[in-house]
Every structure is written in structure tokens, then in C-alpha cells.
């Protein structure tokens, strides 16, 4: 690649991300919803499991996957369906007719949205920590902060890789952000330790980053490695090996949709 | 208006709304997608009892927590359906402004467009009841509910839940940017404060206090006790003291103040909107 295209691809990277970073956080309510939301659905199961009389650390395991949702939602409604929102506000012939990679602006989205949700996911973890009094036991902060790290990068990816895939979609994208929310809270193990649904089912649902992510960050955070599922090192590299081929088939996926767009004519369609 | 032509404007968006739901994918995936969400909602509860009880479910508190999780279904769902048409109608398909000119009630245009969540939402609750009588020892027997009392109470309570619907389509009328977010708060807040997922005796005194002003809190407790009988009347001291009757009486009391107050709010924010040309705006949210 050129240096000016580079450099133009940088910019590109830049103005997407901007909009997201500087953007999302000029309308307040926003903010206060999404930090808002996710701490009542989370307060709700931390009470279901103080009915239960479960031990302490499973308030930790409850607040982390609250906060950890914030992502998942984040993919699916700002990455996954971002292109079915700008098709529909006639954004997305502009990004196509632009002299920069597509790849530039899933990007840019992918960034941007990361910052912004994680000053989100971060206040409901330190809102829910105090108000349900979590104790937190860090063992190996270079480990944890590694794996939070790959988690994000596959995810990201992930979540570019379903931009490309919903591309072409109308109203389809809408419902299967919808769809792919609860079942993926309960392949996760956003709410329990995942090695309560069997070590196969764990092991399917560990193409999903959030599943090792989560699962890695409990096992190092809460001290709870009786909960876990593999070892976070094993963890850490699998989820290094989802970041790069993620990434990747995101840019075969973006290719090969924005192809087939322009053959069908599905590029510019609103409404569908 | 005639009462037929009511029904005939109803009936009208009641298809609408039903096309919208549904008519994105063929029949068989919509088919599938409606089964699969709501018993993966449930089934996060499931595992989440799973794991701390070591595998045993046929408990009263399984029950409580399972049975009052698929009745929430309705609320989330159809406080969004109702509300969202606003937003959706007015900014989407820039559509709103055209109801008013046309000779039908905006209150008969929502209740239809509402009507299709609501009927995705029975089917929701009986897949998440059917699979849990089946796979997870709940104790739904068909011949031990009771259902004079069941569809009694459900009438009720989808009034009063229809009803919030309205106030928050009256806010969506006067807010731009808030639709998704303000019914998903109201959803959440009532999943905490009505003791949805857990007996309201476990929530902080200032929290019970709210919760017992709710009629929701009063509808899911009515739904348990029609659908599990007196088995679960022990899991929460705090209702547990109210008879089947009784509950009944404060969830029609509450209802029909609510049904009054959500008429009156809609009527004062439709007059605003009106006067600050809020029918047909559009700011890309």
C-alpha cells in the first residue's frame, strides 16, 4: 500500500472512530441508558442468586457478564447492523464511492465503539461492584489485562465479519441482532460460569470470544478457578488464533458482499 | 365513527404490525427464531439454578422464578411494541403524520399495530411454559390450573401493561431520541421491582416499597398462583399473605387508575406534540 493511500485509510479510520468516540458521548441520556439498563438486568440476577443463598463470588461473576454485555450488544447493534442503518440513511454508497478501504471504516467503527462502550461497561462494573459490595482478588494482572485485550480483538472482529455478512440484509439485520442476543447471553455464560453447560456444549459456544473471555477474566479476577473452565492460558491463545481469523475472513466476507451488492443492486435499497 | 369502522381500522393494523413482525423471512425461520429466544431467556435462569443447586430443579423457588420469567415475556414486549410505533412510524417510514390525517383513532392504530407483539408474545409464553412443564419437572399440570382465574387475571394485566404502553407512546410523541431506551428502562425496572425472577422479600425495604406499588408485581403473582396453585404461596412472605382474591382486587384497582391516568397523559402529550409540530419530525435516530 502507497503511503498516501495509507495514510488516507488512517484518516478514513479516524473519522469513523471519531463520530463514535466524541459522538455518542454529546447525547447524555444515551449514556445514561446504556449504563442505566444493563445494572437493572444485572441487579435482577444478582437477587435471583441471593434468593439462592449461591456464595459471594457468583454477585462478581453476575456484575462482570452485566457489564461484559454492553460489548456483545455494542456488535450487534453498532457493528453487525451498522450497515443496514447507513443503507438506510444513504450513507453507504458514500463509504463505497470513497477513495479508502471499506475495511477502513469497519474499523474505525470497530474502535470507536470499543472506547465508547468501554467507558459504559466500565461504570456499571465499578456502579454494580459497589453497590453489591464485590470483592475482587486479581491474580496475574499482566494475564488478565492480556486476555481482555484478544477477547476485544476477536469480538471486534467478529462483530466486523457480521457487518460484512448483514450487509445486503433489510430488515433481516434488525431481527437478527435481536435473535442473536439472548442465546449467545446463554452460550456465554454471561450470567453463570459456562462450565455449568458441559464441557462440549462450552467448547462450541467458545467461537463466541465473550465465552473464553468472560470465563478467563472470572478465573483470574474472583480467584475462582474452580469455576473455570480451561486454563486462561489455553484461553489466551485460543482467543489469539479467533482474533486473526476473524479479522480475516471479515475482509474476504466484505469483498465478496460488496460484490454481490453491486450484481443485485441491493447496495442503496431502504425500507426493505 | 361506527364501531365497525373501528374494528375495520383495528383489524388493519393489527395486519400491519403482524407483516412487519413477520414477513422479513420465510415462515419457517420466523417459525424457529420465535421459539429459540424465548427459551434461551429462560434457560439462562435454568443454569443459573442448575449450577448452584447441582442440578435439581423441581423446587417451588424453580417454579416461582421459571413461571414468573415467561409471563414477563408480555411486559417487555408489548411495552415496546406500543411504544416504538411512534418512533417507528414518525422517523422510519415517515408515516405518522399521514395516521392523523387519515379518519381512524391513534389509540385503535396502536392497540392493532400492538395486538401482533402481543400474539408473538402468547405464542413466547406458552413455548417457554409447554418446555418447561416438559424438559425442567415445572409443575404445570393442564388439569391443575386454574383458568377462569388465569384469564381472568391476564385480561387484566394486559390492560394494565397496554396502558403503559400509552404513556410511553405519549413520551415518544414529545421525545425524539429516547423511544428504545425509555421502554427498555420501564421493562427493566419492572423485571427488578416486581420481584419477576425472585421473591420480592429479597430486595432492599425502599425497593419492596416500590415494587408493591406496581401492578405488575400483582399480575405475576396472580399468573403463578393460576398457573402453580397454592404449592408456591410460601416463596414470598410479602404476597404470600394476600388471597387469590385479593390480589385480584388491587390488580383491577391499580389497573383501571392506571388505564385513566395513561388516557389523560397520552391526550396532553398528543396536544403538545401537535402545538410544537412534533408529528412529523425526523432527526435521524
Redesign the interface.
Known amino acids: 500500500m502507497r503511503a498516501s493511500a495509507l495514510s488516507t485509510n488512517l484518516r478514513a479510520i479516524w473519522a469513523r472512530a471519531y463520530v463514535r468516540v466524541v459522538g455518542a458521548n454529546r447525547?447524555l441520556?444515551?449514556l445514561f441508558?446504556d449504563t442505566?439498563?444493563p445494572l437493572?438486568?444485572t441487579?435482577?440476577?444478582v437477587?435471583?442468586?441471593?434468593?439462592?443463598q449461591?456464595p459471594p463470588e457468583?454477585t462478581g461473576f453476575v456484575i462482570l457478564g452485566g457489564a461484559m454485555t454492553a460489548y456483545w450488544m455494542n456488535v450487534l447493534w453498532n457493528m453487525a447492523s451498522q450497515f443496514y442503518w447507513e443503507k438506510?440513511?444513504g450513507q453507504l454508497e458514500l463509504f463505497l464511492i470513497a477513495p479508502i478501504s471499506p475495511m477502513a471504516i469497519l474499523l474505525g467503527m470497530a474502535l470507536g465503539g470499543m472506547f465508547m462502550t468501554t467507558v459504559r461497561a466500565g461504570a456499571v462494573l465499578i456502579l454494580g461492584s459497589l453497590i453489591f459490595g464485590v470483592k475482587f482478588t486479581v491474580q496475574q494482572p499482566l494475564m488478565l489485562a492480556l486476555i481482555f485485550f484478544l477477547t476485544m480483538a476477536a469480538l471486534y472482529g467478529l462483530g466486523m465479519l457480521f457487518a460484512s455478512l448483514f450487509m445486503l440484509y433489510?430488515?433481516?439485520a434488525?431481527?437478527l441482532s435481536?435473535?442473536l442476543?439472548?442465546?449467545v447471553?446463554?452460550l456465554s455464560?454471561?450470567?453463570?460460569?459456562v462450565r455449568?453447560?458441559g464441557f462440549w456444549v462450552a467448547a462450541a459456544a467458545s467461537l463466541i470470544p465473550l465465552t473464553l473471555g468472560l470465563d478467563g477474566i472470572r478465573q483470574l479476577a474472583f480467584g475462582g478457578r474452580g469455576w473455570g473452565f480451561i486454563p486462561p492460558e489455553w484461553e489466551l491463545a485460543i482467543l489469539a488464533l479467533l482474533s486473526i481469523a476473524f479479522i480475516s475472513f471479515a475482509r474476504r466476507a466484505l469483498r465478496l458482499m460488496e460484490e454481490l451488492g453491486k450484481r443485485e443492486g441491493r447496495l442503496t435499497l431502504r425500507?426493505q | 365513527m361506527a364501531v365497525n369502522e373501528h374494528f375495520k381500522a383495528f383489524r388493519t393494523a393489527t395486519k400491519l404490525g403482524w407483516q412487519?413482525e413477520s414477513n422479513?423471512?420465510d415462515p419457517l425461520l420466523f417459525a424457529v427464531?420465535s421459539v429459540?429466544?424465548p427459551v434461551?431467556?429462560s434457560?439462562?435462569?435454568v443454569?443459573?439454578?442448575?449450577?448452584?443447586?447441582r442440578g435439581k430443579t423441581g423446587t417451588e423457588?424453580f417454579a416461582y422464578?421459571y413461571v414468573g420469567n415467561a409471563f414477563y415475556i408480555f411486559v417487555g414486549n408489548v411495552l415496546f411494541g406500543i411504544s416504538w410505533v411512534i418512533h417507528d412510524d414518525r422517523e422510519?417510514?415517515e408515516m405518522l403524520k399521514y395516521i392523523y390525517l387519515s379518519p381512524i383513532r391513534i389509540y385503535i392504530y396502536l392497540l392493532g399495530r400492538g395486538m401482533a407483539k402481543l400474539f408473538v408474545s402468547a405464542i413466547s409464553v406458552a413455548i417457554a411454559l409447554v418446555f418447561g412443564a416438559l424438559f425442567l419437572k415445572v409443575p404445570l399440570g393442564l388439569f391443575e390450573i386454574d383458568y377462569p382465574y388465569l384469564f381472568g387475571a391476564l385480561l387484566i394485566g394486559l390492560a394494565g401493561i397496554i396502558a403503559f404502553g400509552i404513556i410511553l407512546a405519549g413520551v415518544c410523541l414529545i421525545t425524539a431520541?429516547?423511544s428504545g431506551?425509555i421502554s427498555?428502562?420501564i421493562a427493566?425496572?419492572f423485571?427488578?421491582l416486581c420481584g419477576?425472577?425472585?421473591?420480592l422479600d429479597?430486595?432492599p425495604g425502599w425497593a419492596q416499597a416500590i415494587g408493591r406499588a406496581l401492578p405488575s408485581t400483582y399480575w405475576i403473582e396472580a399468573m403463578r398462583r393460576a398457573a402453580l396453585g397454592e404449592k408456591i404461596i410460601g416463596v414470598s412472605q410479602l404476597l404470600g399473605r394476600l388471597s387469590e382474591g385479593e390480589l385480584l382486587l388491587v390488580l383491577l384497582g391499580t389497573t383501571i387508575g392506571l388505564v385513566i391516568f395513561s388516557h389523560l397523559f397520552f391526550k396532553w402529550a398528543e396536544q403538545r406534540a401537535r402545538h410544537r409540530g412534533l408529528l412529523d419530525q425526523r432527526t435521524?435516530y
Not at chain 2, 47 to 53: G, K
Not at chain 2, 196 to 199: D, E, I, L, S, T
Request: hydrophobic residues 55%; charged residues 10%; proline residues 4%.
Open positions: 447525547e441520556s444515551w441508558f442505566f439498563l437493572l438486568g441487579a435482577a440476577y437477587f435471583i442468586y441471593k434468593a439462592m449461591a457468583f438506510e440513511m433489510g430488515r433481516e434488525w431481527h435481536n435473535l442476543q439472548e442465546p447471553y446463554l455464560g454471561f450470567y453463570f460460569p455449568g453447560l425500507w | 412487519i422479513w423471512t427464531y429459540i429466544k434461551a431467556a434457560l439462562i435462569l443454569f443459573m439454578y442448575l449450577v448452584i443447586t423457588l422464578i422510519h417510514y431520541r429516547h431506551g427498555e428502562a427493566g425496572a423485571y427488578l419477576v425472577v425472585f421473591p429479597v430486595l435521524n
